[in-house]
């Protein structure tokens, strides 16, 4: 066991998936040499050299092709995508091939890569460094897409997206890469040396796709969340004094509707939360799904804290981001319905 | 029968890296004045050499020679050297503003000065640039405010983009500066949609795409290249090439290609590449290319050859992949110092007087800074309403929109 940031539990991740596999290669844009923006592949040039680890020309749809056509070959390609901000041009590699391609081909050919990318705000990065894309994968058939909220998770999760036999998105949240977030921008950063989910275990292990995590028990109210809205939500129940379940969903596709229900169906109400976008994002698909498959257990209509139908602002960064006080008015919402 | 070969992955590096001494040897001067200066009206095949050689007006004493050697004026000249030194001057302190917290990110053009700002100076009023965020020149040389500039970096209560975007990713109709997207390459193709546009309506102002190295390999760069060839679009497409990608040298996306500049000779574009540190050499191609793109003979590529002397932005730390002392060794020297020397040996200019004019301009961009302040920085001081997060998204305020602005009590 060591503490680990999420960065080094990321790296950490490539490095045990490489060392297992020969077929694990990873590219992107300043991965190789420099070992990334973010740092999450520092050194793996070095230890498996340049075949297996390097630079790409800019050009996310070449990168996500070159991969497709890695994958069909028979690598399991982990590629980045400096952020998330920054997939569009990678949209169609994405969506019409690696989603399409097993299906397409009668699993002829498929395409077992991880795509990797920083996603979320927190870091007055403005409209393009900030956003949180994952609705637009979720709405994809034939995409895996998972966004970790600690460095266990991360590295237990990308492990298992590297040795997933589908394409799988694996949404970084930036704003965790240093230590948990809860919102409170003013705060110093508590680093994850001191969180107990900064603790990773050395080697491999996997945490199992699709299968979401209880973050704190509750009675009250459900709050379904994921990435940094999982500190967020954490904060918001400790703050309010209700007694929130807060279920870190881990994956969005595949769902865990086990866990969801099981949790909805206890407490009566739920709160959905993400930094998102509001209209057609993930929320709504869980609040479908909680209406339809808990209606008869609800005692309030869910609600959904989100981020505004606005471009990420720059100035504005705290007042959009859906912090502990707008999911706090939300819990106490819901708590006073009916 | 040939037995066939056992691959391995080809995988270009630079010279050298961090700890190397630096090594410019491969990299060719050519001589100044050298370089043939063709009729505007020239086919991309006749003048092929041009995408593979420099184009050079000033020598090694700063005086202006050969063909590229026509049209700078006395006082072109003496306003393209304050336009670089307000340039610099500017980006230093930007740079010390984001350092003390007043800001969130910063990107200097330190050491490309002369591209955008001679560039900026062959325009006519009207033309549209496309830039990327380093061409700040572009602004500064069009007579934009720095004030301006300012309320923008300090996202405070006088930025006309209103806090809304990140520091430097400036707009302004006015001074024919297009708004920046932080997304690479996007723009170059939108260059040429406005000069079709400019073209379709029957119009005579023309268009200026920017792009970096790095960004070349985007397929958008593509997309610009090949729709300025097919409807002869009249608009200059400009490659500035600094050598580096943030980490990335410039040959991962060059290739075995030798110039960035040879790109466009398939798409039957005239290609040249231009001495990026060379004011005069810049000023005189963008001149030629823009009488070109007005007498109706369509797109001209420029590769402008120069080196990013500081690191990619604010976030960024340079001696992790190159050697620390890479800049000084740049062959094609320091763009302010080379015009300094020529307005010097033109008779125009003095050590004296270029020392004064620093410090002018030096008090000047401190005087505007304190003044911009008054309007607030990020994190102090007066800024725009959050509700103005709504505004703009669609012309009229949607009704889920106004519901939202509500529901956030701003
Ligand atoms: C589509 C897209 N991909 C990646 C990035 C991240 N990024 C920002 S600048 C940059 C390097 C660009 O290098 P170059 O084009 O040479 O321009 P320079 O910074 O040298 O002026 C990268 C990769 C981005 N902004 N947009
Ligand atoms: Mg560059």
Redo the contacts between chains.
């Keep these: 066991m060591a503490r680990m940031t999420m960065i080094e539990a990321i790296r950490d991740a490539q490095d045990v998936a490489m060392s297992r596999d020969e077929k694990v290669v990873v590219f992107g844009q300043d991965v190789g040499y420099f070992g990334g923006v973010f740092r999450c592949t520092k050194g793996l040039q070095e230890k498996y050299g340049l075949q297996r680890c390097f630079d790409t020309p800019i050009n996310e749809s070449g990168i996500v092709g070159a991969a497709v056509g890695m994958g069909a070959y028979g690598l399991r390609p982990c590629v980045e995508i400096q952020f998330a901000d920054y997939m569009y041009p990678a949209f169609d590699q994405i969506v019409s091939e690696a989603a399409r391609l097993r299906h397409r081909s009668n699993k002829d050919f498929t395409a077992p890569l991880t795509i990797r990318m920083p996603t979320g705000g927190g870091i007055y990065g403005g409209q393009t460094h900030s956003q949180s894309p994952e609705a637009l994968f979720a709405h994809v058939s034939g995409l895996k897409t998972m966004i970790p909220s600690n460095p266990y998770d991360a590295k237990g999760m990308l492990i298992a997206a590297i040795e997933d036999d589908d394409p799988v998105v694996f949404l970084e949240p930036k704003r965790l890469y240093n230590g948990p977030f809860d919102g409170y921008h003013e705060k110093a950063v508590t680093p994850w040396s001191k969180h107990e989910l900064g603790e990773v275990p050395e080697g491999h292990y996997t945490v199992p796709v699709g299968k979401a995590a209880i973050r704190r028990p509750g009675e009250a109210v459900t709050i379904l969340a994921y990435g940094t809205m999982v500190h967020v939500a954490l904060a918001a129940a400790e703050e309010t004094g209700i007694d929130a379940e807060v279920v870190d969903l881990r994956s969005i596709v595949p769902l865990d509707m086990e866990t969801i229900e099981a949790s909805v169906r206890k407490t009566g109400r739920c709160v959905v939360v993400h930094e998102a976008t509001l209209t057609a994002g993930f929320g709504a698909e869980l609040v479908a799904l909680i209406s339809q498959h808990c209606f008869w257990h609800l005692q309030a209509p869910p609600i959904r804290v989100t981020g505004y139908d606005t471009p990420y602002p720059h100035a504005h960064e705290w007042e959009y981001f859906p912090g502990p006080v707008r999911v706090g008015a939300a819990l106490k919402t819901v708590m006073e319905a009916s | 029968m040939a037995t066939n070969r056992i691959f391995?992955?080809h995988?270009p590096?630079p010279e050298c890296?961090p700890g190397d001494t630096p090594d410019f040897s491969k990299f060719e001067v050519p001589v100044a004045g050298e370089v043939v200066r063709p009729p505007v009206d020239v086919d991309a095949e006749d003048i092929h050499d041009h995408a593979y050689d420099i184009i050079r007006v000033l020598d090694d004493d700063g005086k202006a020679v050969g063909p590229w050697a026509e049209g700078l004026e006395d006082d072109e000249a003496l306003k393209g050297l304050r336009d670089m030194m307000t340039v610099r001057s500017f980006d230093s302190r930007m740079l010390m503003a984001q350092r003390q917290g007043k800001t969130?990110?910063y990107m200097q053009a330190l050491g490309e000065e002369a591209v955008s700002c001679a560039f900026q100076a062959a325009l006519s009023p009207g033309d549209m640039n496309f830039p990327t965020y380093r061409q700040q020149g572009l602004l500064v040389t069009s007579g934009y405010p720095m004030l301006d500039m300012m309320n923008q970096i300090y996202?405070n209560s006088a930025?006309p983009l209103?806090?809304?975007?990140?520091?430097i990713?400036y707009s302004s109709k006015e001074h024919g500066f297009f708004s920046i997207?932080?997304?690479?390459?996007t723009q170059f193709i939108q260059a040429v949609g406005w000069a079709m546009a400019s073209a379709i309506n029957g119009d005579s102002k023309i268009a200026a795409g920017w792009i970096g190295d790095?960004?070349t390999?985007?397929?958008?760069f593509h997309s610009a290249l090949v729709f300025a060839s097919t409807f002869r679009a009249p608009c200059i497409l400009n490659i500035v090439n600094n050598q580096w990608?943030?980490?990335?040298f410039q040959g991962?996306?060059r290739?075995r290609a030798a110039t960035f500049a040879s790109r466009g000779l398939g798409f039957g574009i005239p290609s040249l590449r231009v001495d990026g540190n060379d004011f005069y050499a810049v000023y005189a191609v963008a001149k030629w290319a823009a009488e070109r793109a007005h007498l109706g003979h369509g797109a001209t590529l420029i590769e402008h050859v120069t080196y990013r002397a500081g690191p990619h932005s604010t976030?960024?730390d340079p001696s992790?992949?190159r050697p620390k002392t890479e800049a000084a060794d740049w062959p094609l020297g320091d763009p302010i110092a080379r015009l300094k020397q020529h307005c010097i040996a033109r008779g125009i200019w003095s050590e004296e007087r270029h020392e004064q004019a620093q410090a002018e301009i030096d008090s000047e961009v401190i005087r505007t800074q304190k003044e911009a302040e008054k309007n607030g920085t990020?994190h102090d001081g007066p800024?725009?309403s959050?509700r103005?997060?709504?505004e703009d998204?669609f012309k009229e305020l949607p009704p889920?929109?106004k519901r939202?602005?509500q529901e956030?009590g701003?």
């Design positions: 391995s992955l995988v590096e890296r969130s990110f996202s930025d209103h806090g809304r975007q990140l520091p990713m997207s932080g997304n690479l390459g790095g960004a390999a985007e397929s958008d990608a943030i980490s990335t991962i996306a290739g976030s960024d992790g992949y990020l800024r725009a959050p103005d997060m709504f998204v889920h929109l939202q602005r956030a701003i």
